[in-house]
């Protein structure tokens, strides 16, 4: 099987991005010390952009795109989208909880600065990809190298991590108020994974309406229910009136990562992103309605 290499900006940038991800997580394995939970996620982040990657330049390296069981117009800027978003959340995590007060000794450090520095320049990478990869006005592109394809994967991501801050420890099972923000979370991550799904396995053709009469749907109904979460959930939890707690607690100061508090507040924060989102990318399902009608 004859191996085909392009030289291109893309390629250089996947190599680099495969590369420090690689050393970002083998470094933290080697000399971290990784003990606490938190490890493992910012090493699962490393190694899987890492795979990726290696297996999307192989299948290019080796002519495989036709073969592939998904769209190669839409696969491979997905998944360069979330390692680029995986090692963002792995850069800002790995040093709040080792490096933060870190005490332990020198050579301990300077391998988690090491992991931090490649992780940080694997965003770069990543990032820089999802901007060469990503459509240009009048390029014909698969929907998940457009705008809303691009939102779709950041909406999805940053419910993951609500899910992780209202879930451990579990938060929501407290009042009605935070069970009704927690179907909100869950029904607009599953329609926007399953939208993602549909678009990397080439299944939109086979939907018995007009898939961008659906998106523009889906973004309205997304916008209502993430406005209703982004009102409710601060007002249960921050105002006292409804039992919430509206000045942070002085334990938290002294807690290891984040405390309860610090947790609802970033839900809060989280929940208010996604909103804007998807507000944004209601404007861009409109536009496309309207200029395919």
């Not at 000045?247 to 929940?271: F, K, Q």
């Amino acid at each position: 099987m004859a191996i085909v290499l392009h030289s291109s900006p893309l390629f250089w940038t996947r190599l680099a991005a495969m590369v420090f991800s690689c050393v970002a997580f083998s470094v933290a394995v080697h000399g971290g010390r990784l003990i606490h939970g938190t490890g493992d996620w910012c090493i699962f982040c490393w190694a899987f952009s890492f795979a990726g990657t290696l297996l999307i330049i192989l299948v290019e390296l080796f002519g495989l795109q036709t073969r592939a069981p998904v769209s190669w117009r839409n696969f491979p800027i997905t998944f360069a989208c979330y390692a680029a978003l995986l090692c963002l959340s792995a850069s800002i995590i790995f040093p709040l909880y080792f490096l933060k007060g870190s005490m332990g000794p020198s050579e301990l450090r300077d391998y988690r600065i090491v992991s931090t520095v490649f992780s940080c320049l694997a965003t770069i990478a990543y990032m820089s990809e999802v901007s060469i990869s990503k459509a240009r006005p009048g390029e014909v592109a698969g929907y998940m190298a457009t705008a809303p394809g691009l939102l779709k994967v950041c909406e999805t991501f940053v419910g993951c991590i609500i899910f992780v801050f209202i879930s451990d420890p579990v938060m929501y099972d407290r009042i009605a108020a935070y069970k009704y923000c927690m179907s909100v979370y869950c029904i607009c991550f599953i329609l926007s994974a399953a939208i993602i799904l549909l678009c990397v396995g080439e299944c939109t053709g086979r939907l018995p309406f007009p898939f961008a009469r659906f998106l523009s749907a889906y973004a309205l109904l997304a916008v209502l229910l993430y406005l209703s979460a982004t009102i409710i959930w601060p007002i249960f939890s921050f105002d006292p009136k409804h039992g919430g707690i509206k000045e942070r607690p002085s334990s938290c100061s002294s807690t290891l990562g984040l405390c309860p508090w610090d947790r609802m507040m970033a839900v809060a924060i989280l929940t208010a992103v996604n909103l804007i989102l998807y507000f944004a990318d209601l404007i861009y399902s409109a536009r496309l309605v309207f200029v395919s009608a």
